[in-house]
Nanobody
Framework: QVQLVESGGGLVQPGGSLRLSCAAS????????MSWYRQIPGKQRDMVATMTSGGFTNYADSVKGRFTISRDIAKNTVYLQMNSLQPEDTAVYFC???????????????WGQGTQVTVSS
């Protein structure tokens, strides 16, 4: 099985930046989508940024112009650069990959364990 290992969360002051990383524990044969979601306690998990296999990106309106999703295909790693962070960005951030583990596999969904991002002065 594949595990997604996230890193880069923490406490930052308003206006600051953080870079989240998410690395797959094993090589995935093909990746359809790589995304970041975030969740506040008691609320649903919302998409923050997503990138398709062709490199098309989409962002939540609340983060457009501030967050950037990128990837290193060779490393099966997805990143989220977060700039101009605000207190409302405080949440647990989860990475998500949909892909085929092997050439014969059906597409599967993989989630990271979540990393806390807190924006506070």
């Amino acid at each position: 099985q594949v595990q997604l290992v996230e890193s880069g969360g923490g406490l930052v002051q308003p206006g600051g930046s953080l870079r989240l990383s998410c690395a797959a524990s094993a090589r995935i044969f093909s990746i359809d989508t790589m995304s970041w979601y975030r969740q506040i306690p008691g609320k649903q998990r919302d998409m923050v940024a997503t990138m398709t296999s062709g490199g098309f990106t989409n962002y939540a309106d609340s983060v457009k112009g501030r967050f950037t999703i990128s990837r290193d295909i060779a490393k099966n790693t997805v990143y989220l650069q977060m700039n101009s962070l605000q207190p409302e960005d405080t949440a647990v951030y989860f990475c998500y990959i949909r892909g085929r583990l092997y050439i014969w596999s059906s597409p599967a969904d993989y989630w990271g364990q979540g990393t806390q991002v807190t924006v506070s002065s």
